[in-house]
């Protein structure tokens, strides 16, 4: 089956006991067992729920994954998969990772005795010569969060195995839709799902899908010892979420286009950063594994404060620390979304800009951000 057809109808069958075409809302915390150890492949809701099993089943068909383990946010998700690994042992990230990773990393996992190494993006076409015989994971965002960086899955991939350590990519912006890591050799893919997976700003839920038995294993037994557990109505927003996913991530990234043109031309903007530019230093990659550049757009202006003063000006453009959901936002990464890493040595640039763009009318967004930008200008003559 295409992508559109497997986010509607996978793992989704019509409820047998009724016919609804919908997949119900099992809003249950146990099963009535028929003897004791004898059901029907329930027995708890932490464990196990009709509705997360349908999520999982979707998510993972559309990441062309044989196991996938919904979680209750992108960090729970993150966090089981910290679990793979042992004090003493290695993880390497690109350097600029969602923010409240890097919190986890640095301020939950580093005093236990993990060790991690920040790598910054144009650093990991010599990967192997960042990992050692510690090493056990490789964890990459790309595009990354918030320098919309990009990252050759492939070879990093290659690098990885090669020193013994698993490769986890962080699918989150590009989605399913644009980008398969699994595809490209990746051992594990993990989503937030509360951005365009779920694509409406209305649930927080995380996904870690994975080809290997033994991984995928681990990360069930994980899930349910750790208990990081999607509810089953925020495991049906998603599942509802994921069916439009593909018609929406083509106007995301129609919009993000047009937005990111527009923003080169503009006096106040110093540089966009953006995949699908020609000039963006990783768009050569982009065009070989994805399928799209995606809905996000980074860009700097001269100063923290005009940077701060811009964001607050916006009205479409909604101030607001997330994205992937149909309504645009913009973000100063540096004071919000990352201000984590306020004091490592790649943190967000104090003059950075980020957008989520939405699947408003293009004409609509571009004049919200020309109005915004008109008082920089004034401000910067």
Not at 35 to 48: P, T
Not at 240 to 269: F, S
Request: net charge negative; with cysteine; aromatic share 8%.
């Amino acid at each position: 089956m295409d992508f559109e057809t497997k986010a509607i109808h996978e793992g989704q069958e019509p409820d047998p006991a009724t016919g609804a075409i919908s997949t119900p809302i099992y809003q249950t915390s146990t099963y009535v067992q028929e003897a004791v150890g004898v059901h029907k492949g329930y027995d708890y809701a932490r464990v196990a729920n009709p509705t997360r099993s349908a999520l999982q089943t979707a998510l993972a068909s559309l990441e062309n994954a044989a196991h996938g383990v919904a979680f209750s946010s992108g960090l729970g998700a993150t966090t089981t998969l910290m679990h793979l690994i042992n004090p003493g042992e290695k993880v390497v990230l690109i350097a600029d990772v969602y923010g409240g990773v890097y919190r986890m990393t640095s301020q939950v996992y580093e005093p236990k005795g993990y060790l991690f190494d920040y790598v910054p993006a144009p650093e990991f076409a010599n990967l192997d010569e960042h990992l050692d015989e510690k090493t056990r994971m490789v964890w990459i965002e790309t595009p990354s969060n918030p320098m919309l960086n990009v990252v050759d899955i492939r070879a990093a991939a290659a690098a990885a195995h090669a020193a013994g350590a698993i490769l986890v990519v962080d699918n989150t912006f590009a989605t399913p839709y644009l980008q398969n890591p699994l595809d490209l050799s990746a051992d594990v893919v993990v989503h937030s799902t509360t951005k365009y997976l779920g694509g409406h700003s209305d649930v927080v839920g995380g996904f870690a899908g994975t080809n290997d038995p033994t991984i995928a294993e681990r990360l069930t037994f994980l899930q349910k010892s750790l208990g990081a557990v999607p509810g089953p109505f925020d495991s049906w927003l998603v599942l509802r979420g994921i069916k439009t996913l593909a018609v929406r991530m083509r106007q995301h990234c129609e919009n993000a286009r047009a937005v990111a043109g527009w923003l080169e031309q503009q006096e106040v903007v110093e540089q966009v950063l953006y995949p699908g530019l020609p000039g963006h230093p990783g768009h050569e990659i982009a065009k070989r594994q994805m399928r799209d550049f995606g809905g996000m757009i980074s860009f700097l202006v001269e100063t923290e404060e005009a940077a701060v003063e811009l964001v607050a000006r916006t009205k479409l453009f909604r101030l607001a620390e997330s994205l992937g959901g149909v309504e645009s936002m913009i973000e100063h990464p540096a004071r919000m979304t990352h201000a984590s890493t306020a004091d490592a040595p790649f943190a967000a640039p104090r003059n950075l800009i980020r957008l989520s763009v939405g699947i408003e009318s293009l004409g609509d967004l571009l004049a919200d951000l020309e109005a915004a930008l008109v008082p920089a200008a004034a401000h910067a003559k």
